[in-house]
């Protein structure tokens, strides 16, 4: 069975993408056939006036990803860009696309409420989910690990699929099905989404200070001023993060204690942020240890070990239509 999935590089990584993607990609490794790309393309869609350096962004990435535990020996790990036929297919199935379906997806009609994005409303962005496609059937992929958010991509795919296979009469398509990332979404420090905008995240290449620093000014339960209030772990950012990066005594030691109101949320921080550090130290040092040289060969095979699988599906691709 085959897994495809893809990041774009928009930035440094944090929790919330190692929490919510990353330990999910590295499971996945293990028992499929896994394809794990930058999407640099897609960072283009919404993006491409920012003057991103996409390269050195691709190569952070991958880097990131790998300090994280994802095995280029075990999965295959490339850039979109270098795979060209990703776009040779997305313009084959572009054709064949009606607007109305890309035009009905959330994420577009959610987009096009927003002022900067209606202004722009440039054709990659609405026919963002054509190219998610291309980038999944290309490599008969079984399933696609992602989130919730995702979902409606996913259908599209499986549209844009039957409606090749009904055009051409030929199957030579597999419909891809979602593989949804079951952890709930970890919230900003501050409650809110957690955004780069809002500086509300923890990086993954953070020091112990930092972090200190950070979780120290997390939201707490508003209700507890002294020690002895009791309190409602279940309204508190902290308590989010105990449930992320604390094991399972410890979280239910905290809950207690926090109901009975006999531990300070200053005690309380300091515990989570002392495991969100057990977490994030290994992979912030093994991230310190790799070298872009290193990098950029793992990426050249990722490349090529992808190119030979895309190529063959265009190849058959273009029998059909041609
Ligand atoms: N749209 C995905 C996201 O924003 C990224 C992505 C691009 C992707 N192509 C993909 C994910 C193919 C899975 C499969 O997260
Ligand atoms: Fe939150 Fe912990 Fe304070 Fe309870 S004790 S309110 S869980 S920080």
Not at 33 to 52: P, R
Not at 155 to 166: G, L, M, P, Q, W
Not at 309 to 317: L, R, T
Request: glycine content about 4%; hydrophobic content about 35%; charged content about 30%.
């Amino acid at each position: 069975m085959r897994v495809v999935s893809g990041m774009r590089p928009t930035g440094k990584l944090h929790l919330g993408h190692y929490i919510g993607v990353l330990k999910n990609w590295k499971n996945l490794q293990e028992s499929y056939d896994s394809f794990f790309f930058v999407a640099d393309w897609h960072a283009l869609s919404t993006k491409y006036d920012e003057g991103l350096d996409l390269k050195e962004l691709s190569v952070e990435l991958v880097k990131e990803w790998i300090a994280c535990g994802v095995d280029p020996n075990k999965a295959t790990l490339f850039i979109q860009s270098a795979v060209k036929e990703h776009a040779e297919l997305y313009l084959v199935f572009n054709m064949i696309t009606p607007v109305s379906w890309l035009e009905r997806n959330p994420t577009y009609k959610d987009a096009m409420t927003q002022p900067e994005y209606k202004k722009k409303n440039n054709a990659g962005f609405l026919t963002y989910p054509v190219l998610q496609t291309a980038d999944i059937v290309i490599y008969d992929a079984d399933l696609v690990p992602i989130g919730e958010d995702q979902k409606p991509h996913l259908e599209i795919a499986r549209e844009i699929v039957r409606h090749f296979h009904y055009i051409y009469k030929t199957e030579i398509f597999k419909e891809p099905q979602e593989l949804l990332t079951e952890v709930a979404r970890l919230p900003g420090l501050d409650g809110r989404k957690m955004s780069k905008s809002y500086n509300n995240a923890i990086y993954l290449d953070e020091t112990s200070d930092e972090i200190w620093s950070k979780v120290r000014k997390a939201k707490t339960d508003p209700a507890r001023i002294k020690k002895t209030d009791p309190g409602h772990p279940e309204v508190c950012t902290v308590f989010d993060y105990h449930k992320a990066f604390s094991n399972k005594e410890e979280v239910k030691e905290i809950e207690s204690a926090c109901k009975a109101g006999s531990i300070g949320c200053v005690e309380c921080k300091k515990r989570c942020a002392a495991n969100i550090e057990n977490i994030v130290a290994p992979i912030r040092e093994r991230k310190a240890k790799l070298k872009n040289d290193e990098i950029l060969d793992i990426i050249k095979e990722g490349n090529k070990r992808a190119k030979s699988i895309a190529s063959k599906k265009m190849e058959e691709v273009n029998r059909v239509i041609f």
